[in-house]
Nanobody
Framework: VQLQASGGGFVQPGGALRLSCAAT????????ISWFRQAPGKEREWVSA????????HYADSVKGRFTISRDNAKNTAYLQMNGLQPEDTAIYYC??????????????????WGQGTLVTVSS
């Protein structure tokens, strides 16, 4: 089982990036995929989730309206489209798979596997 996160980079405020999370060793559609991030000196923060089964999507208030999570089950890949990036979005972004209940999707402890992280830097 492996999650490979990619797509990070350097972007100016207001810019956009699309992160990818390629899954191998399991079928993506059978799991909830979440994105978390960790900024320097801060705790890990849940960003967004695409839930398996019910197919709902969820966002942290800090990214709602700017970020969009999606998945392509044929490619076994999940995505995080990030628009309107701001310096406070600077962090390492991680994807994770699990089967948390709705009330637990923000808890990293509920996820089985994590990608290696991809760095997003937003600066002028």
């Amino acid at each position: 089982v492996q999650l490979q996160a990619s797509g990070g980079g350097f972007v100016q405020p207001g810019g956009a990036l699309r992160l990818s999370c390629a899954a191998t060793g399991f079928t993506l559609r059978d799991y909830t995929i979440s994105w978390f991030r960790q900024a320097p000196g801060k705790e890990r923060e849940w960003v967004s989730a695409s839930r398996h089964g019910v197919r709902t999507t969820h966002y942290a208030d800090s990214v709602k309206g700017r970020f969009t999570i999606s998945r392509d089950n044929a490619k076994n890949t999940a995505y995080l489209q990030m628009n309107g990036l701001q310096p406070e979005d600077t962090a390492i972004y991680y994807c994770a798979r699990g089967r948390p209940a709705l009330g637990s999707i923000r808890s990293g402890d509920m996820y089985y596997d994590w990608g290696q992280g991809t760095l997003v830097t937003v600066s002028s």
